[in-house]
Structure formats: C-alpha cells, structure tokens
T-cell receptor, first 113, second 110 residues
C-alpha cells in the first residue's frame, strides 16, 4: 500500500492564480481531511469528508473548496490564491472517526507570491 | 473555541533521560487525545492515543490523561537522539475532528 499520496510536492503560485492539490489514499478509508500548517504552528483543519459525496468545513475553510467523488480521492481547490495561503498542506485519512488514527500524506508546500 | 495548548519549547534532555511533554485543553467535550511526532520537513506520524483517564503505556512511551484537570502528557523514557522532533498534541471531539496544539520541539542531546 502506498498509503496517502499527495501531488505536487511543491508549487509556486502567483496571486490570483488557481490550482488543485491532489490527494489519494489506497487504504479504503472512509474519512479524509485537509490540514494546513503554517511555520511553527500546529495543523488547522480546512475541510473533511466522511465518505464519497459528503464534505464539511473545518476551522479555516475560506478560500478553499473540496469535492469527494470517490472513496480514494479528495482534491483541494484554491480558486484565487492569496499570500495568506502560503503554507504546507497535509491530506490525511482514517477508517472511521472517533479514536481512529489519522494517516498523513507527505504534504504539499505552497508558496503564493 | 476548541484550544489545545502546548509549551513550544525547545525542550532539551540528555540521552537516556525521561522527556516529559505536556498539553492542556479547553474543551471538556474532547474525548480522545493523540500524540503525533513530526520530524522537520516531514508529515506527522501517530505515537499514541488515549481516551480514558489514567496512564497508557506503549514501549518507551506513556501517555497520561487527567480529564478533571484537562491535562494530557507524554513521557518518553530512555530518550534517544532519534526522538528529537516536534511533538504535536491533538484533542478530538465527538465529531472526529482533531484540534492540534502548536507542538513542542524536543532535542535529545547525545
């Protein structure tokens, strides 16, 4: 199993550009999450999904969108990139919810200039 | 507002010593707590989780939870240089979302 994979590893965007961060898991997990981590800070939940077709907002959803058409994929969309979105983005998945381990992908480092 | 507070450190301990990492939380509805280790430039990886009051041991690691005091800790016995990392504490509500602290940076000195 590859676990949770993310692409790209690193990207530079100009202000106002858009992009999609890809996340795929091969563990047949129901739950998937997107977090961002700013330097020296903890992780903040952006969006999460409890299954295909179901998504919900986390702590910091503004400026992002998600979709979950399959169990495996959970892409994160940035429509109008802003410098405040410069961060490291982690995708995670878990089989269930409460007390279930979340497995993290390697992260995508995004720089908005 | 669900908050998890950690001392950012850095915490330095000599090799072989016990490292004690602490975390407090504000939401009494938090039911489970997780300790993740994050090496520089890497993704978090789970060390332990705990949801019952008391201690939970796994090898060199012991997690402690005191719900009355809203306090979680992680003890690392026989600390090794490879334990040098940032340790993230996270609380989980019934809705399965994790709320992370800012992490404590641990350095184990050979």
């Amino acid at each position: 199993n590859a676990g949770v994979t993310q692409t790209p590893k690193f990207r530079i965007l100009k202000i106002g550009q858009s992009m999609t961060l890809q996340c795929t898991q091969d563990m047949n997990h129901n739950y998937m999450y997107w977090y961002r981590q700013d330097p020296g800070m903890g992780l903040k939940l952006i969006y999460y999904s409890v299954g295909a077709g179901i998504t919900d907002k986390g702590e910091v959803p503004n400026g992002y969108n998600v979709s979950r058409s399959t169990t495996e994929d959970f892409p994160l969309r940035l429509e109008l990139a802003a410098p405040s979105q410069t961060s490291v983005y982690f995708c995670a998945s878990s089989y269930g919810g409460r007390s279930e381990t979340q497995y993290f992908g390697p992260g995508t480092r995004l720089l908005v200039l | 507002q669900k908050e998890v507070e950690q001392n950012s450190g850095p915490l330095s301990v000599p090799e072989g010593a016990i490292a004690s990492l602490n975390c407090t939380y504000s939401d009494r509805g938090s039911q489970s707590f997780f300790w993740y280790r994050q090496y520089s430039g890497k993704s978090p990886e789970l060390i332990m989780f705990i949801y019952s009051n008391g201690d939970k041991e796994d090898g060199r690691f012991t997690a402690q939870l005191n719900k009355a005091s809203q306090y979680v800790s992680l003890l690392i016995r026989d600390s090794q240089p490879s334990d040098s990392a940032t340790y993230l504490c996270a609380g989980q509500t019934g809705a399965n979302n994790l709320f992370f602290g800012t992490g404590t940076r641990l350095t184990v000195i050979p």
